[in-house]
């Protein structure tokens, strides 16, 4: 009972965390990206048009090559996802907008454009797909209740662990993570010792959003198996949320956001009403106020929102 | 390597202007919106295997200005996103990224029905109302104030705990339901008392008559009034407000209260005036729409009043266009991401002016330099080259 509790929530987690990881990266560079919830939705949305197209060139679905499928959906979700991010980095980077407003926009299209596709893609195979995508190791049974909670897994919750892992070293220890941490605290220093800011924002803000990408597409395809449902966009601003809650932080988020879903998920395996269920639902939420609460009064530096968050950079601006 | 890029000039080079006539910017706005319809236009040319853009203007209008009906639609959405839309402008006014609009008004929705639950049928319509009126102001007071109070003293980030501040609204909504409704299906359904009267044997003229005033209320409120001035000049310079004088936190606090209370009024709108029920759906993203019609309409309430009814107006006309073309419902959302996206981009080139380099000037700098510390003249001068 609990072993599948856990299974499930460590399953489910993957979708919060490409969000997250996604949303750190491109807050990393001073960009507040409101627009995450709609880009997962794009990523998504990418996906089954990735898939469908595939599936459209085969003569027969007994034909279609497992790995193929799954490397062609991931392509145009992440193609789809980084287009939603270059959309926001034109907008605010080169053009100067208003960023919570840009972000808003973006994800009122997107969600938009996950509707429209789900609504009049083609989805005949989509559970053949879906099988595909939650394929796990073989040697997955031999290994009993170990096996269940480490190797039961698609291929892409492990890439969400790896990808957390990569994100948080690269933005601790390296060259181009100082600089990225850099351009996020104080874009004006950081140009002046001549680091791009424009590239790095650019870059870190197209990444993410490619990360992100990727939650919508694990949401469809892996966990609810090919069927599509519209509802990224909640996991979307939840996974907005975490970023807070891991202050910032992708390796933490790995544990973050296994502790999100499983209060999320925690509610259908408790024996309790409809409306305790909405309140436990309710648990992400208030945690996540109290870590932004907290961090703001003890105001310790490693726990603050990078300082320039939000805020567009001019050059010739003071 | 170093040499090479000293001799680069930019494409183009982007200065900030501040001074472009009125009439100008409003052209470029203008423009933004007649090539977001046209954009749409094609988009949904191509969607439906080429149907002719005249059948897309025309399903355009007829969905807004069809019938009697539509048109009073389109003038009760205006009502409703508009009252919204001037609740979140005070605080944006300051800098004051309050995003949880959605969760305020929700929370003030939810006093209306506690009072029709608890209240009605236990006192005239009118007293209920009433009672309603002050429930729900003050519920979503405490909604805004809680994230103000925070930020006033310990500087919490508001953008982050007023959209956090949504869900949780949303979830005390959804357990309340649940709490009404034991059946388990999550429906509320329409509640008997605590209607709005009809004014002219029409519903919902009323919603537009109150936020007739709250136009005028807030344009006089942000023009004439000490509040108004105050609040600017926080939002202009944080510094500047406490050199002369202005107490920062108390305006932050105030501000917000105000923004709660007409969230309150547009929630009382929705659930007395329009809906008569309530779901978590039924803010439905306005609250985050409010926030690009406020500032589209550059926060002032009468340009704000033109944006909204503009949203409002491609929104129901993209509807009418979906269910013509058989797009489904979701094809307005897109249709509005759009026209956010040239809209919001347009900005840039009302505050911003583009200077391209011009090709003669380059080939004159490009004269080899030396290398080593050469190379930093050369860099100047290039510098000296573009700013001239």
Redesign the interface.
Not at chain 1, 95 to 98: D, G, I, K, Q, T
Not at chain 2, 154 to 157: A, I, M, P, S
Not at chain 2, 327 to 332: A, E, K, Q, V
């Given at each position: 009972m609990f072993l599948s509790f856990l299974q499930s929530a460590i399953r489910f987690s993957a979708i919060f965390l490409f969000g997250s990881v996604g949303e750190t990266l491109t807050e990393k560079s001073g960009n507040?990206n409101?627009g995450i919830p709609g880009i997962m939705c794009m990523g998504g949305a990418g996906g089954l048009i990735g898939a469908a197209a595939y599936i459209k060139s085969l003569e027969n679905i007994s034909q279609m090559n497992g790995p193929s499928v799954v490397i062609i959906a991931m392509i145009t979700a992440m193609l789809f996802g980084g287009l939603g991010g270059l959309?926001y980095s034109?907008?605010t980077i080169s053009?100067?907008?208003?960023q919570?407003?840009?972000g808003?926009?973006?994800?009122?299209?997107?969600?938009?454009?996950?509707?429209?596709v789900g609504?009049?893609v083609d989805t005949t195979g989509f559970t053949t797909v879906a099988v595909y995508f939650t394929k796990s190791f073989p040697f997955e049974e031999k290994l009993g209740g170990f096996g269940e909670l480490f190797f039961s897994y698609g291929a892409l919750v492990y890439i969400a662990f790896i990808l957390a892992i990569i994100s948080a070293v690269v933005i601790k220890k390296t060259r181009v993570g100082l600089n990225l941490r850099a351009v996020g605290e104080n874009p004006a220093t950081a140009d002046a010792a001549g680091v791009s800011v424009t590239n790095y924002k650019y870059a870190a803000t197209m990444i993410g959003s490619m990360i992100a990408g990727f939650g919508g597409l694990f949401y469809i395809m892996d966990y609810l198996g090919g069927n599509i449902e519209y509802s990224v966009d909640v996991y979307g601003?939840?996974a907005?949320?975490l970023v807070?809650f891991t202050v910032w932080r992708p390796n933490w988020a790995i544990l973050g956001s296994i502790i999100f879903s499983m209060l999320y998920l925690a509610p259908n395996y408790l024996d309790v009403?409809?409306?305790?269920?909405?309140?436990i639902?309710?648990m992400p939420?208030?945690v996540?106020?109290v870590v932004?609460?907290i961090t703001?009064?003890v105001?310790k530096k490693e726990s603050q929102?990078p300082a320039s968050?939000?805020v567009t950079y001019?050059r010739?601006?003071r | 390597m170093i040499k090479a890029k000293s001799d680069r000039v930019p494409l183009f080079h982007?200065?900030?202007r501040d001074n472009v006539p009125k009439w100008q910017a409003w052209l470029i706005r203008g423009g933004a919106v007649v090539a977001a319809l046209l954009v749409s236009a094609v988009i949904s040319a191509i969607l439906t295997d080429g149907a002719s853009m005249g059948l897309f203007f025309k399903n355009l209008f007829l969905g807004v200005f069809g019938t009697p009906r539509r048109i009073l639609n389109l003038f009760q959405n205006t009502a409703i996103l508009l009252c919204i839309a001037l609740a979140v402008t005070p605080a944006f006014k300051m800098k004051f990224?309050n995003?949880g609009a959605e969760g305020q008004v929700l929370m003030g929705g939810l006093a209306c029905v506690v009072c029709i639950k608890y209240f009605g049928g236990k006192m005239p319509n009118e007293l209920l109302l009433v009672v309603m009126a002050a429930f729900s102001i003050a519920f979503s007071i405490v909604w805004a104030v809680i994230p103000a109070i925070?930020k006033a003293k310990?500087?919490?980030?508001e953008?982050?705990?007023t959209?956090?501040?949504n869900?949780?609204a949303m979830?005390?909504v959804?357990?309340?339901i649940?709490?009404w409704v034991p059946s388990?299906s999550?429906v509320l359904g329409v509640l008997k008392y605590g209607h709005m009267p009809q004014l002219g044997g029409q519903n919902y003229v009323i919603n537009i008559i109150v936020v007739a005033v709250l136009v005028v209320l807030m344009f006089i409120y942000f023009r004439f009034s000490k509040h108004g001035y105050e609040l600017s000049v926080v939002g202009e310079s944080e510094n500047t407000a406490k050199y002369i004088g202005i107490n920062v936190k108390k305006v932050i606090i105030r501000t917000m209260v105000l923004s709660g209370a007409l969230c309150g009024v547009a929630g009382l709108l929705l659930v007395a005036g329009t809906d008569h029920s309530l779901a978590t759906t039924t803010v439905g993203?306005r609250g985050?729409?409010a926030?690009?019609v406020a500032?589209l309409g550059q926060f002032s309430p009468f340009l704000m009043s033109f944006t909204s009814m503009l949203y409002v107006f491609i929104d129901q006309g993209a509807s009418e266009v979906a269910s013509v073309f058989n797009?489904?419902?979701?094809?307005?959302?897109?249709?509005?991401?759009?026209f956010?996206?040239l809209v919001?981009?347009c900005?840039?080139f009302i505050?911003?002016k583009i200077k391209f380099r011009s090709f003669k000037k380059k080939n004159e700098i490009s004269t080899p330099d030396a290398e080593g510390e050469d190379t930093a003249v050369g860099l100047d001068k290039n510098s000296e080259e573009v700013t001239a």
């Open positions: 507040l409101l959309i034109v907008l053009m100067r907008c208003n919570n407003v840009t808003l926009a973006l994800t009122t299209f997107g969600i938009g454009l996950l509707a429209f609504g009049t601003w939840m907005v949320a807070i009403s409809f409306a305790q269920k909405e309140v639902k309710m939420y208030l996540t106020i932004l609460v703001s009064i105001s929102p968050l939000g001019f010739e601006e | 982007i200065s900030k990224w995003i925070f310990w500087r919490t980030n953008t982050l705990f959209l956090m501040m869900y949780v979830q005390i959804a357990c309340c649940f709490v388990g999550g993203g985050f729409t926030i690009l500032w797009m489904g419902g979701s094809f307005p959302d897109i249709i509005t991401g759009i956010f996206f919001i981009g900005e840039f505050n911003y």
